[in-house]
């Protein structure tokens, strides 16, 4: 039983176009994050949703909207993709409370544009 | 500002050496911390996690632990590494609570390469 799934688990697609990646957990969790990681390997948070609502907007260029239309799911559209949004894009969720923010991943999304 | 640093950016070892990699935090107050493991091409799983009590920590497949507050550390340890472990490592801190600041920041990763 997955706890985090996205799909798809690998997108290439041209410049220019507009895509969207799918997100889901089943853990009954409140909050719902988006990660992108580099070639690098470096992870950087973009958005995270608490219970539908956004509470984190991290300097992401408006391309990239998020839409969350329950606490189950969150899911992130890109418009006018660039070369320079080729990533990898985690999924997570976590419940966070007075103690505890451990965070769960999705499987993650291998976006290539060419 | 908050954050984590990862001051190793590659590390190779033989099966059998012992290992241990750096992370620091630049936090105030309260904060989880997190060491997050990544195979090549899967997702990221946690390894273990520090919330409060006893500072040595223990997580899975042998891995553990420090958390030293004075340092600002939490450092991980293997005793003997194994092939197996070949891995990107990433260190994590958040704070505890339900808000903008329980965003879970991560290190630069540190990649581990263990030679047979």
């Known amino acids: 039983d997955t706890a985090v799934s996205q799909t798809p688990k690998y997108l290439v697609t041209q410049m220019g176009n507009d895509k969207s990646i799918k997100c889901e957990q089943n853990?009954?969790?409140?909050?719902m994050y988006w990660y992108k990681q580099d070639s690098k390997k470096f992870l950087k948070i973009m958005f995270s949703?608490?219970?539908?609502?956004?509470?984190i907007n991290e300097t992401v260029p408006n391309r990239f909207s998020p839409k969350s239309p329950d606490k189950a799911h969150l899911n992130l559209h890109i418009n006018s993709l660039e070369l320079g949004d080729s990533a990898v894009y985690f999924c997570?969720?976590?419940?966070?409370?007075?103690?505890?923010?451990?965070?769960?991943f999705g499987q993650g999304t291998r976006l290539t544009v060419v | 500002a908050q954050s984590v640093s990862q001051h190793n950016h590659h590390v190779i070892l033989s099966e059998a050496a012992s290992l241990e990699l750096g992370c620091n935090y630049s936090?105030?107050?309260?904060?989880?911390l997190f060491w997050y493991v990544q195979y090549p091409g899967q997702h990221l799983q946690l390894l273990l996690k520090?919330?409060?009590?006893?500072?040595l920590v223990k997580g899975i497949k042998g891995f553990e632990a420090e958390f030293i507050k004075s340092k600002f550390s939490f450092n991980l340890r293997k005793p003997s590494v194994q092939w197996s472990d070949t891995a990107e490592y990433f260190c994590?801190?958040?704070?505890?609570?339900?808000?903008?600041?329980?965003?879970?920041?991560f290190g630069s990763g540190t990649r581990l390469s263990i030679r047979p």
């Open positions: 997570a969720s976590s419940q966070p409370n007075s103690v505890n923010t451990e965070a769960f």
């Open positions: 853990l009954g969790h409140d909050t």
């Open positions: 949703y608490n219970n539908k609502e956004l509470i």
């Open positions: 936090y105030g107050g309260t904060v989880n």
């Open positions: 520090y919330f409060s009590g006893d500072p």
């Open positions: 994590a801190a958040a704070r505890p609570g339900y808000s903008s600041a329980s965003k879970i920041i």
